[in-house]
């Protein structure tokens, strides 16, 4: 049997048992949800067949086509988003930087409303996290208090896009080039999302130094698991493939060797010369590469993605018009000024006027199989793992964190992913007016 008969009977397969369900009224109604078709289950058993196990062909499908997406040069896969984030934060700290390079005891701006591994990778590497806090309803960085948290110390910038809504992407560049810091975008929520900086379209990801994105299934197009990272600047691009590939010097790709043509002339360190370039470690890296076997499901995924960013918009909008009339009881999400945000999900924050709390809010729609989400962390310096560490040695608080502190209490989001039907975006919103207003809700 050759491959294609395998593949036509997998497209049939996914015909018959991968199809969509039906929603029906009572039915759970998830807040994200892998959307795909035959197209990503027969790149996956192409891949399994060639039974290249690592990465390969497709891998390289992605990046390029990633790269290309981001109007950028550079992207490399990673197993998973928290990788990407880990290996973005690690690159700063490689020697070839120079005076530039992120050394222990240094500064990263960065929120306290952020998904842990955004802030881990900055501890880990021995930094300290300067956290800043965040403006309501954009829920992202309020960048009028960056030069507070700035210091001698200070090497970097590292912050999330919340929830696909793009930060204020033009003043926290100023405020990076103006003091020479280096400024990574954590897209991992807003792959396909743009922002107008300087009259110029630009996808989120694409502005700061680095940007790093996610391909959990709940994120805008999905490979189960994995990450990238890209960028525009070559030196950069070495040092993240050397630290994602176990920090070797060589750049060869699996399998292949001696593109360079000096793989035995070459001197390194105190090496004998013409040590293997191969086995030569320019890094204390880690292996964070993905497999073929999940960028073949990303490679089907990319191609859909541009379909998906409109989906995820369509019904973000459809929520915010149907719950405007709750704008007396409920904080409603808007998008930062000059971008077109890739939703990953809708944020609300009930107000003291609502009648309830957003503790009964959540009660109420999970227990009508909506499924909901608090903020991330809400505020990170609260949890167990900060315990162990002290403020003003291992993190700093540039100010207050007012506004990191009521979205803890009084935020949280449903789904917006292109999956939903129109059925269960007008469910949502019912359910959400049933809550606040009574069986005399408009929507009831």
């Given at each position: 049997m050759d491959k294609e008969t395998i593949l036509k009977q997998v497209r049939q397969y996914a015909k018959e048992h991968h199809?969509?369900?039906?929603?029906?009224?009572?039915?759970?109604?998830?807040?994200?949800?892998?959307?795909y078709d035959g197209e990503e289950l027969c790149n996956l058993v192409d891949a399994s067949l060639d039974f290249w196990l690592t990465a390969g062909k497709y891998t390289q499908e992605v990046e390029e086509g990633l790269a290309d997406y981001q109007g950028l040069p550079y992207c490399s896969l990673v197993n998973t988003g928290s990788s990407a984030n880990l290996l973005a934060i690690m690159a700063l700290?490689?020697?070839?930087?120079?005076?530039?390079?992120?050394r222990r005891g240094d500064e990263v701006i960065t929120v306290a409303a952020a998904f842990p591994t955004t802030v881990a990778p900055i501890v880990q590497c021995g930094a300290v996290p300067v956290f800043v806090d965040i403006d309501i309803p954009s829920y992202n960085i309020n960048p009028e208090l960056l030069e507070q948290a700035l210091s001698e110390k200070t090497k970097a910038v590292f912050l999330?896009?919340?929830?696909?809504?793009?930060?204020?992407?033009?003043?926290?560049?100023?405020?990076?080039?103006?003091?020479?810091l280096w400024f990574i975008e954590d897209n991992c929520d807003a792959l396909g999302g743009e922002y107008v900086l300087d009259g110029e379209v630009k996808k989120t990801g694409a502005i700061g130094d680095m940007g790093t994105s996610s391909f959990y299934p709940a994120h805008q197009m999905t490979m189960g698991e994995g990450g990238?990272?890209?960028?525009?600047?070559p030196l950069l691009h070495k040092i993240l493939r050397s630290m994602r590939d176990w920090g070797r010097e060589c750049s060869c790709a699996g399998g292949q060797d001696n593109l360079c043509g000096h793989r035995f002339d070459g001197q390194f360190g105190t090496l004998p010369k013409g040590y293997d370039h191969k086995y030569v470690y320019s890094h204390l890296?880690?292996?964070?590469?993905?497999?073929?076997?999940?960028?073949a499901i990303g490679a089907a995924q990319l191609k859909k993605l541009p379909s998906f960013v409109q989906k995820r918009?369509?019904?973000?909008?459809?929520?915010?018009?149907?719950l405007s009339d709750l704008s007396d009881r409920l904080i409603l999400p808007e998008k930062e000024r000059g971008s077109e945000p890739s939703w990953f999900g809708f944020c609300l924050t009930v107000k003291e006027e609502a009648g309830v709390t957003r503790n009964q809010l959540v009660s109420h729609l999970e227990q009508n199989n909506i499924q909901t989400r608090n903020l991330f962390a809400g505020n990170i310096t609260r949890h167990p793992c900060f315990e162990p560490l002290k403020e003003g040695t291992d993190y700093r608080i540039a100010g207050s964190l007012a506004q990191t502190d009521?979205?803890?209490?009084?935020?949280?989001?449903?789904?917006?992913?292109?999956?939903?039907?129109?059925?269960?975006?007008?469910?949502?919103?019912?359910?959400?007016?049933?809550?606040?207003?009574?069986k005399g809700g408009s929507h009831d």
């Open positions: 199809k969509p369900k039906e929603y029906e009224p009572g039915d759970r109604i998830h807040y994200a949800g892998r959307v700290t490689s020697p070839l930087l120079g005076d530039r390079q992120l999330a896009h919340s929830l696909g809504n793009p930060f204020a992407l033009k003043p926290v560049k100023d405020f990076c080039d103006k003091h020479g990238a990272v890209y960028t525009a600047d890296g880690y292996n964070l590469k993905a497999t073929d076997l999940q960028a918009q369509q019904h973000w909008q459809i929520l915010r018009e149907g009521r979205a803890m209490k009084d935020s949280f989001w449903i789904g917006v992913y292109p999956g939903m039907t129109e059925a269960m975006l007008e469910e949502m919103i019912r359910q959400i007016h049933q809550s606040l207003m009574g």
